[in-house]
């Protein structure tokens, strides 16, 4: 394997992409960032849910509302299964009403799996002792692009590049 393919260490990949600088400038002046969370945590904590509340925040979700921190939150807590079931059938017509009935795919394509950041509920997440790191080059090609995986050689990639599209790349 040529060994310029091969994912990085996630260390030294950290350490060259995280500049403190680029953080610094965007906190606060007692060096909080923008996202407040002790806010956060009052809204999580437990208290107790009221049915019509949940109903009305429904409601506010089917006229296509954005929902306040406190209101998801309050969707979080419940574990009624006739409310969740109400939920449930509640997002479905949200999501009738905003994509129809269609499948919705988003760019940009994510080209690895590596990432500073260390959302609890993502499978990219640094911490994820378990991920395989993996990061994708992309060449344009024909109006097309194609990827070469990491883990894949430059001989491999030009084979498949020829077969795609018939010419010597
Ligand atoms: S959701 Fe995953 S990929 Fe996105 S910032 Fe969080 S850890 Fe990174």
Redesign the pocket.
């Known amino acids: 394997m040529d060994m310029k393919d091969q994912a990085p260490n996630p260390e030294e990949w950290l350490r060259q992409r995280i500049r403190p600088e680029q953080i610094a400038k965007y906190l606060r002046p007692d060096g909080s960032d923008f996202i407040d969370d002790a806010h956060i945590a009052r809204c999580l904590q437990p208290a107790p849910l009221d049915a019509g509340r949940i109903r009305a925040i429904l409601d506010k979700s089917l006229a296509i509302q954005t929902l306040t921190p406190e209101e998801t939150a309050a969707l979080l807590r419940v574990t009624d299964p006739d409310m969740i079931a109400a939920m449930q059938e509640a997002a479905l017509n949200v999501k009738l009403k905003v994509y129809d009935n269609r499948i919705i795919t988003f760019a940009p394509l994510?080209l690895g799996?590596c990432?500073?950041?260390?959302?609890l509920?993502?499978?990219?997440?640094?911490a994820n002792p378990y991920a395989q790191r993996r990061i994708l080059r992309a060449i344009l090609a024909g109006g097309n692009i194609e990827v070469v995986r990491a883990d894949e050689g430059a001989d491999s990639f030009r084979a498949r590049l020829e077969k795609r599209f018939g010419t010597e790349a």
């Open positions: 994510y799996n990432c500073v950041n260390n959302c509920y993502c499978g990219f997440r640094r």
